[in-house]
């Protein structure tokens, strides 16, 4: 692994072994709070290296090495104090993502152009999903996605412009994103190439190893 700047930007890269520089490549997004080396990334990272890919993941903002962004800071602020009044967590946190999306798509279109990518796979649950069905609408080098543990409260609407093959991770007790919002989103995707996989737990349990060695068999096919 290493590691590098593009746009104040900072991004880990892993490479597989016998190569001179990534040709076909997977974004990964970390999830919320985690950071661009977070164990989960990490694990993912060495899974698809060990494929074949290279992998990027940068630090979202307010997240890693970045500085603190006191705009979102009080928006996530204000967040957390309108759910702990009981309004509902799922919109209020899908409208925060999407917000953060216009910042994180030109970031990573940034780090895709710096590495000099023409094809490139995505990977993001959770808050990688609120940021990612943006990224991978908007770029057409992304061809192939794997997304999960999101909601179609922001993202309906960006779905629909999403046209790649798309897996579709669930965990079906999920107490922060509803059921019907994971299966809606999923609904929502224009791909005729779209799978959606279940898997019981709630959101922040693991993910079955086996959900790994399916991505990687998905990628595969499409990249």
Not at 43 to 61: I, K, M, N
Not at 151 to 174: K, S
Request: glycine letters at 8%.
């Amino acid at each position: 692994m290493r590691t590098l700047t593009v746009n104040d930007v900072p991004v880990a890269l892993w490479t597989p072994e016998n190569t001179t520089g990534p040709r076909r490549l997977i974004l990964i997004c970390h999830g919320g709070g985690q950071h661009k080396t977070a164990p989960a990334v990490v694990h993912l990272a060495q899974r698809f290296t060990s494929a074949g890919y290279a992998v990027a993941a940068a630090d979202v903002p307010n997240h890693g090495e970045r500085p603190t962004d006191q705009k979102l800071e009080r928006l996530a602020n204000t967040i957390q104090a309108r759910v702990d009044g009981g309004e509902d967590l799922a919109s209020l946190l899908a409208a925060f993502q999407a917000q953060v999306a216009a910042q994180t798509v030109p970031e990573w279109q940034a780090v895709l152009d710096h590495l000099g990518v023409d094809t490139a796979g995505y990977w993001g649950v959770s808050l990688g999903c609120g940021l990612g069905v943006p990224f991978v609408a908007a770029e057409p080098r992304v061809r192939a996605a794997v997304l999960g543990l999101g909601g179609a409260a922001a993202n309906a609407e960006v779905a629909a412009r999403i046209t790649v093959p798309v897996e579709f991770l669930i965990q079906w007790d999920d107490e922060r994103v509803p059921r019907e919002q994971s299966l809606a989103l999923f609904d929502a995707f224009g791909s005729a190439e779209k799978t959606l996989h279940a898997n019981p737990g709630k959101h922040s349990d693991r993910l079955p190893e086996h959900e790994i060695d399916s991505a990687i068999r998905f990628f595969a096919r499409y990249l």
